[in-house]
């Protein structure tokens, strides 16, 4: 019996060590506003759905990008916990509707965050620096363009598709591409564009260590850079959303 006990006790040492050498698997998940109509019927089937499609990547932890720093997410696992209990209904919000509904359906404890500290949206960084104005109307313009695109897309398509039109890959390689293009003429602001990814991409690595499977869900603003700087990356493997996004 001590050897089977034995056996067994080393069985798994192995199968944790070998995970930890693995690559974490990383599924980022760019989100932006949901539907006016959420809370219709057919719209709570689809995020419902969705939630569904997406446990079956089977993720260890479920991510979300938050402001504010380490130790103010007492409010966030506070409203994960009433959510789990029924006592709050989702809220109409990405955090609320998406990563609340994978983790409660996953049975997870706590939802884990991407802390953005307080730094100044791009927009302040880019009034507050002595920048060239024509090449911060250049970005402003290219920015709107990408809103009002998605506020197009959004009320012809389901919750799912909107979001893997979003997430496609290309389209985010094309994004990150165009974006450090528009920024080149503007130095500062480039800076601390960078400086803000990196922090994001630096704990999502912290989170992944020892071969997590994480979903991640953050701005779909964010996903493009976060993508590229993790892409490289030999302990990280990125899942393709849209796989899961568009599954039946």
């Known amino acids: 019996m001590k050897k089977i006990a034995a ?3 080393w069985v798994l040492l192995l199968t944790a060590d070998l995970r930890a050498q693995a690559p974490a698997e990383v599924m980022l998940i760019g989100t932006r506003y949901l539907p006016a109509d959420l809370y219709g019927p057919a719209r709570q089937l689809e995020a419902e759905a969705l939630a569904a499609q997406l446990a079956a990547f089977a993720p260890d932890a479920i991510v979300v990008e938050a402001p504010g720093e380490p130790g103010d997410d007492a409010r966030m696992q ?12 989702a809220a109409r919000s990405t955090r609320d509707q998406l990563a609340f509904r994978l983790a409660a359906r996953l049975d997870h404890e ?8 307080r730094a100044l949206p791009l927009s302040q960084a880019l009034e507050s620096a002595a920048a060239d104005p024509a090449a911060i109307l250049a970005l402003a313009r ?3 363009e990408q809103e009002s695109r998605r506020l197009d897309q959004m009320p012809v398509l389901s919750i799912p598709q909107y979001l893997a039109a979003l997430n ?4 985010l390689a094309s994004t990150a591409s165009e974006l450090a293009r528009l920024l080149e003429p503007l130095p500062a ?8 990814h990196l ?13 997590q499977r994480l979903v991640v869900f953050l701005d779909i603003e964010h996903a493009p850079l976060v993508r590229s700087l993790l892409a490289g990356d030999p302990k990280i493997r990125l899942a393709d959303p849209v796989q899961y996004l568009q599954a039946q």
Do not use: K, M
């Not at 506070?78 to 209904?89: N, S």
């Not at 602001?189 to 803000?196: D, F, G, I």
């Open 110 to 117: 706590q939802i884990q965050l991407l802390y953005t500290g």
């Open 78 to 89: 506070a409203a994960y916990a009433a959510f789990r209990e029924g006592l709050q209904p």
């Open 199 to 211: 922090g994001l991409a630096r704990q999502i690595r912290t989170l992944a260590a020892g071969g």
């Open 142 to 144: 290219w920015l709107r």
């Open 168 to 171: 496609d890959s290309r389209t």
């Open 7 to 9: 056996v067994g006790i």
């Open 189 to 196: 602001a480039a800076r601390y564009w960078n400086q803000y």
